[in-house]
Each structure stands twice: as C-alpha cells, then as structure tokens.
C-alpha cells in the first residue's frame, strides 16, 4: 500500500484548499475579526508558518489558545478551521494561534508532532513579546488535530516544556495503533481502508504506532495532564477511543468536560444544522473563555 498511500496523501493535500468546504456553513461569529497575521516559528524541524488571529476591541496581553486544524495528517490546509478560529476569538477574547505542521508524504511521524509541540513551547515563552499572555495558553484540535493536540500536552507534561490550562478534544483520534475502527453505520466517513492509507502514509513505520505520542490514547499514565474537553460524535468511527480518554482521563483525576454528539458521524459540527453547530462551538469557546480568561 506504501506508494498508493503516499499517492493517495499527496493528491488530497494537493487539493484541500479546494475540497475541503465543511467550514463554509459555519461562519456563526467572529466576522468582524482581521485577517489573521502570519508568524514563522522555528522548531526542530525547521520554522513553521502560523496564522495569528486577535479579537477586535480586547485589550491588555491577551489569553492565547494555539489550534491545531485536521486532515488526516495529509492536508496542509489550516484555513479549513478558519472559522473556528475567528469564532473563538470573538467569543472568548482569545488569541488563536492555528498552525500550518507539515503532512504527509512529505513528512512522517513524528515531524509534525515535534514541530506542534515546538510551537507550543515557544508561544508559552515568547508570548510577552506578542502582547500575550502565555501564562494563559490553551491548546484545541480537531480529529488528526486532537491527536497532535493530545500528545503535545503529554510530551509537555513528561519533558516539563509548557504548561497548558486547556485541551480540547474534537474527535480526536487518540489509537493509531489499529484500522479497526467499529461504526454504527453502513458507511461511515472513516472506512477502515482509509485508516490504512492514513496510518501507512504518514505513520508509516508501523513499529512506533503504538508510541504513546502517537497513540496517545496507549500512554501509562494520564495523571497531570491540563484539564480536558473531549468531544466525540454518536456514529463516529473513533468515537470509542475518544470516550475512552475521557473516562481515563477522568480516572487519573484530571478536570473533564465530555460530550457525545448526538445524530454525527465524524463532523460533528455539521452546518446542515446550524443550530447544533453554534451550540456546541459555544460550549467549545465557552470552555476556553472559563479556563483562560
């Protein structure tokens, strides 16, 4: 499957920009936020493109919550969470920083995590200089995101390089260990055929899936970690592995907001419902106001 998957990786990275459209019926709030800045990060693998948003009107050095967009690990596209990020800043007075990690076939585990991480790190201690508050860092993500989310916080707690006071779980994908990923539905948006190509295009040294910074949902111990809001989608086939890490994390004495969608599959913020969809980004920008501001 190797140079399928690679191929199959390069044409959907190639084509996101244009493909991917889920967040054009979610522009609920934060229209009147600017154009987001660009910063270049340097990490270990090099310096990474991030997109800055700031909210109009909010003074003093501002909370910040660093985003990390999904994609599978093949999409280098963080303007699909653009209206995620606008909608946040608006909402709980936030710098967002939404981070462009490289994908897959270009790059495997674990560049994109070492880079996110980096990223984090360097945006807690560089913050003052961005008129931030990096005592005030959050991090959030959304599917692959929640995984890079997720293991950025592990790495932190183990090797004591930021300090997070939010992670929030959007359907992550926390067991990358396994294709089998049970659905309640015919089919699904995640099919076990394209959690092959995923894992063998960007994981593909199959002896490291099983990494807890890869899998995060496989570490030892979830003691110390940030306070947690995981949110997992009725029919979503990595539902199990997210409302796993919630009951574990939970278990290891860790703050916890879950919430299962009802009636989604993995895009949980479905814009055919916008109702639903403003509720929940609410409840999402609601948590982050409460733990960073």
């Known amino acids: 499957m190797g140079l399928y998957a690679d191929f199959h990786a390069w044409l959907s990275g190639s084509t996101a920009r244009w493909t991917v459209r889920y967040g054009d019926s979610l522009r609920l709030g934060g229209l009147d936020v600017a154009d987001p800045a660009t910063w270049r990060v340097p990490t270990r693998h ?6 800055v948003y700031r909210p109009s009107g909010v003074e003093g050095p501002l909370p910040v919550l660093v985003h990390l967009h999904g994609g599978a690990f093949i999409m280098r596209h963080p303007r699909m969470d653009d209206f995620w990020c606008r909608f946040v800043a608006a909402e709980a007075g936030v710098a967002v920083v939404n981070v462009d990690y490289a994908v897959a076939p270009r790059h495997r585990y674990p560049v994109a995590h070492e880079q996110v991480h980096d990223v984090i790190a360097w945006v807690q201690q560089r913050a003052a200089d961005q008129g931030l508050d990096g005592g005030r860092l959050g ?5 692959a995101g929640g995984n890079l989310a997720a293991s ?39 099919s076990p055929r394209t959690v092959r190509l995923v894992r063998a295009a960007y994981f593909k ?27 997992t989608a009725e029919h979503d086939a990595l539902r199990a592995e997210g409302d796993g890490y919630a009951h574990r994390l939970r278990a290891a004495g860790v703050e916890v907001e879950h ?3 009802p009636r989604r599959d993995h895009y949980f913020l479905d814009g055919s419902d916008p109702t639903q969809a403003r509720g929940l980004m609410g409840q999402m920008a609601s948590a982050v106001r409460r733990h960073l501001r």
């Open 205 to 231: 040294d199959e002896t490291r899936r099983t990494e807890p910074y890869a899998s995060p949902a496989l570490a030892g111990s979830l003691t110390g970690l940030p306070p947690a809001m995981v949110l």
């Open 152 to 190: 950025a916080c592990l790495r932190a707690r183990d090797e004591q390089t930021f300090t997070a006071r939010l992670q929030l779980l959007g359907v992550p994908s926390l067991d990358v260990s396994t294709s089998d990923k049970p659905s309640t539905l015919a089919h699904p948006m995640i």
């Open 46 to 51: 090099g310096e990474v493109p991030c997109e």
């Open 139 to 143: 991090v959030s993500g959304f599917s």
């Open 259 to 261: 919430v299962v969608v």
